[in-house]
């Protein structure tokens, strides 16, 4: 194996839209047997990168060298060709395929027939690979019918059944659990022994440094470094990334005294797989709501909402017993920032504007007659104080960055007065700089007398920023932390079974 | 193409339809009993044939409207397009032409009409209802101007034996019905072609991602309802005798009925192909249990809207459990 000429290389790479210059003259290369960590804020290029690498878009400019000869790259068919093969983040899965089918997509095993499709041999090779990511699903089960973690590692097998000599992963652990995780590094130690390149994009520290081989940061478009683990700490690295020092410890004030009671959930059972719940939430305090992807957390917070349907159990809310359906949530003061944002959060194509004034629009057109140059001035307001980057407020949100996008989603409930923040994933795909932001607001949420319920799978957020956390597993609380005894440590340690 | 097939090589689709048998399956009980209740007539030997010769031209839409569906289109000039289809075919035949040419013209009719839907929604990225819509105008004025409003009379003896004929004891149009159904499915269930018309549904990038041809596919699936139309357009002449500019009007209502009172679902892809027959069948079962009861035909179309209703009414009922 020849180390002194990369497998992949891409020079001067430039990618313009519409208003945007998405990549300027990056140049990236890639070794056989290397993992190669991208890093970057979001919007700082690494996913017009990746599909640049993978034929999804074609560069403006710019030339691609594999094994040291000029090639081009100009469709995902021609990426295929050099064994390129990528992990996308947004699922690239149709719901009513089965497993097998999916993972085979557009290489399907020719049968007898011209047009026909090996079915038994297709099951009998996806079951092949399912073993390998130990994942016990049978290969006929349809894609539809399956958790996101489990879909993203359906994603994952779809990757490595093309047998790539370059694997491009896209934040591949952003929705597995630990042990999955565990499973997958093991996966890529083994294939990188085995000479395949791989480009893992990740906002995951840890994961940056325990895994890579090489880092190479964008920003803006632009490459502004590429350097070996060793030669960089975390906080450097994320100096790099956003070209201003970020304190990732999100000091705020930890509560001090307890507050009034806002929320208490007395055995909460729902039939989404919620069994015998109970907690409590204070005014001025951040609850950590914490555990393995699967153990219940989200659909704690859709019961509490009242989007899932509840079978027993009670709700107080200042010290009232609340019962009845979302419209019922937010009338009570509950605001819900749900951990899909884009799904369940947004009105993408709309504007900022029509966002943010959504769940306040009662109480700001008591006439019920909506006045758009009031609402303009409510949400310009609204975006200083939230200071979401974007010239106007008539911008369509989907063209946000992630974080400007999830602080549309927080924003839009400080206009109907809620006392209670449930906020599930608020970092998920979130740079590290937007992360600080998105923490500070939810602590100046607290510090003028709300109470937040945070459900986080990033054990250091939940240590660094909740007063106390609830852990659950399996659908019940398996503990509760206090601040002194938060720590990562004995969180895992309520969360898996572990006596 | 035998039934043991449908659960040995695609039990993905066996298993999700299992899970939607009682939506059509508990309707088209109903019907069959409330009818069976209602007219001493209706399950009779002749009867039941009855209802499977009216069903073959409805089940010959409804097949490729399934996978129209799936992909998250619509085509609602199929109706007008098998009355064209039917008058080129008895245009030719009028005029000495073989029934052969005639079939292959009626064809050609409905492929053409296919794949201009298929370009415009795929090509043009049209919506599917407005393109369809359009060329539902084309067919049904083109089918008006050729025949100058009146019926083209056939009387071709191929053709009379082609609809009434029977081989081993099976009426043929009953064999057309079964052939077309069996080649959809061996095209749905076990070709790329049909894998990809689940991703064109379900995640349109997911085949563009994997290097697949999208558009080509979405063509073809349009095109493919064109010619089942062509092909439905022989049976409809057939049965009448003639081509009649107005004969299969409103016909796509029926099919798309029976696509969804069947359990496919406009969104993501989401298709059952055996749920089609046997909507199909409950279209077929209410429009003959109806006429037994002689409910004029306009009452039989609300019966139909209704039918339609409830399907989704039960199903809904049934996702939410």
């Known amino acids: 194996m020849n180390t002194t000429i990369p497998l992949l290389e891409l020079r001067g790479i430039s990618k313009q839209?519409?208003?945007?210059?998405?990549?300027?003259?990056?140049?990236?290369?890639?070794?056989?047997?290397?993992?190669?960590?991208?890093?970057?804020?979001?919007?700082?290029?690494?996913?017009?990168?990746?599909?640049?690498?993978?034929g999804a878009y074609s560069a403006d400019e710019g030339e691609f060298f594999f094994n040291g000869e000029k090639v081009a790259i100009k469709s995902p068919a021609d990426a295929r060709k050099f064994g390129i093969a990528v992990i996308f983040q947004e699922f690239s899965l149709v719901p009513y395929l089965s497993i097998a089918q999916n993972i085979f997509l557009g290489r399907e095993f020719p049968a007898r027939f011209p047009g026909m499709v090996d079915h038994a041999r297709m099951h009998r090779e996806a079951k092949k690979i399912l073993d390998l990511l130990g994942l016990d699903i049978p290969t006929k089960t349809l894609v539809h019918d399956l958790g996101v973690a489990q879909q993203q590692m359906v994603e994952i097998a779809k990757a490595l059944s093309q047998n790539a000599r370059i694997l491009v992963m896209d934040e591949p652990t952003a929705a597995l659990s630990d042990r999955e995780t565990e499973r997958l590094f093991v996966m890529i130690r083994q294939l990188q022994s085995e000479g395949v390149a791989i480009v893992y994009i990740s906002h995951r520290m840890a994961e940056v440094f325990s895994m890579g081989d090489r880092i190479t940061v964008l920003r803006d478009g632009k490459k502004v470094a590429s350097l070996l683990p060793g030669e960089a700490t975390p906080d450097e690295l994320v100096h790099l990334m956003v070209g201003r020092s970020v304190d990732r410890s999100y000091a705020r004030n930890f509560c001090q005294t307890e507050g009034e009671l806002i929320l208490e959930v007395k055995n909460l059972t729902s039939a989404n797989g919620v069994k015998g719940v109970s907690l409590t939430v204070r005014s001025g305090e951040i609850v950590g709501l914490s555990g393995l992807v699967g153990a219940g957390r989200t659909e704690v917070a859709r019961a509490i909402f009242g989007a899932d349907k509840v079978t027993s159990g009670e709700v107080w809310l200042h010290a009232k017993a609340h019962r009845g359906g979302p419209d019922k949530a937010v009338a009570a003061g509950i605001a819900l920032v749900p951990e899909s944002r884009k799904a369940e959060g947004l009105a993408l194509i709309r504007s900022i504007c029509d966002n943010l004034m959504l769940p306040g629009l009662p109480l700001a057109f008591p006439s019920r007659l909506y006045k758009a140059a009031d609402a303009r001035q409510i949400a310009s307001a609204l975006?200083?104080?939230?200071?979401?980057?974007?010239?106007?407020?008539?911008?369509?949100?989907?063209?946000?960055?992630?974080?400007?996008q999830q602080k549309v989603v927080i924003g839009k409930w400080l206009g109907s007065n809620s006392r209670l923040f449930i906020v599930d994933e608020p970092t998920r795909g979130i740079d590290v700089g937007a992360k600080a932001e998105i923490f500070a607001l939810i602590d100046q949420l607290v510090s003028q007398g709300?109470?937040?319920?945070?459900?986080?799978?990033?054990?250091?957020?939940?240590?660094?920023?909740?007063?106390?956390?609830?852990?659950?597993?399996d659908g019940?609380?398996?503990?509760?932390?206090?601040?002194?005894?938060?720590?990562?440590?004995?969180?895992?340690?309520?969360s898996v079974h572990h006596e | 193409m035998n039934d043991s097939s449908i659960?040995?090589?695609?039990?993905?689709?066996?298993?999700?339809?299992?899970?939607?048998?009682?939506g059509v399956a508990w309707i088209l009980g109903l019907l069959v009993l409330t009818f069976a209740l209602a007219s001493r007539d209706f399950l009779s030997g002749a009867n039941l044939l009855n209802i499977g010769l009216q069903s073959v031209i409805l089940l010959m839409l409804a097949l490729p409207m399934t996978l129209i569906i799936m992909?998250?289109?619509?085509?609602?000039?199929m109706g007008a397009l098998l009355t064209l289809s039917s008058v080129v075919l008895a245009w030719v035949l009028a005029h000495d032409g073989s029934l052969m040419l005639a079939l292959a013209a009626s064809i050609i009719t409905g492929l053409v009409f296919g794949l201009m839907n298929g370009m415009l929604v795929a090509l043009v990225k049209m919506p599917p209802f407005v393109v369809t819509l359009g060329t539902m105008g084309v067919a049904q004025g083109l089918a008006l101007l050729a025949t100058d409003g009146q019926s083209i009379v056939v009387s071709n003896d191929t053709?009379?034996?082609?609809?009434?004929?029977?081989?081993?004891?099976?009426?043929?149009?009953?064999?057309?019905?079964?052939?077309?159904?069996?080649?959809?499915?061996?095209?749905l269930y076990h070709t790329r072609f049909g894998t990809y018309v689940f991703a064109l549904g379900g995640n349109p990038d997911a085949l563009k991602l994997a290097g697949i041809r999208a558009n080509v596919y979405l063509i073809a699936v349009y095109a493919f309802g064109g010619v089942m139309t062509g092909l439905a357009a022989l049976i409809l002449t057939a049965r009448m005798s003639s081509g009649h500019p107005t004969a299969a009007i409103g016909m796509e209502f029926d099919a798309i009925a029976a696509v969804v009172v069947g359990g496919t679902s406009f969104e993501?892809?989401?298709?059952?192909?055996?749920?089609?027959?046997?909507?199909?069948?409950?279209?077929?079962?209410?429009?003959?249990g109806l006429n037994l009861l002689t409910v004029p035909s306009s009452v039989q179309v609300s019966c139909i809207g209704l039918l339609v209703i409830v399907a989704l009414v039960i199903d809904s009922f049934k996702g939410k459990k």
């Open chain 1, 17 to 54: 839209f519409p208003g945007v210059k998405a990549l300027d003259k990056v140049s990236f290369a890639v070794y056989s047997g290397e993992v190669h960590m991208l890093v970057g804020e979001n919007g700082a290029g690494k996913s017009s990168l990746m599909k640049v690498l993978c």
């Open chain 2, 71 to 77: 992909t998250e289109g619509v085509d609602i000039s």
């Open chain 1, 450 to 473: 709300a109470g937040v319920l945070m459900i986080s799978s990033e054990l250091s957020e939940i240590v660094q920023v909740c007063d106390r956390s609830y852990v659950m597993r």
């Open chain 1, 476 to 494: 019940r609380i398996a503990g509760h932390l206090s601040r002194e005894q938060l720590s990562e440590e004995n969180i895992l340690k309520l």
């Open chain 2, 7 to 22: 659960a040995v090589n695609s039990p993905t689709a066996f298993a999700t339809s299992l899970s939607r048998v009682p």
């Open chain 2, 159 to 187: 053709l009379q034996a082609v609809y009434a004929g029977s081989l081993a004891g099976i009426p043929q149009t009953l064999l057309i019905g079964a052939v077309g159904y069996a080649v959809t499915h061996w095209l």
């Open chain 1, 383 to 404: 975006i200083d104080r939230l200071r979401i980057a974007t010239p106007s407020s008539q911008r369509p949100v989907r063209l946000l960055s992630g974080g400007n």
């Open chain 2, 268 to 288: 993501h892809g989401n298709g059952w192909l055996f749920g089609t027959l046997l909507g199909v069948l409950a279209v077929g079962a209410l429009r003959n």
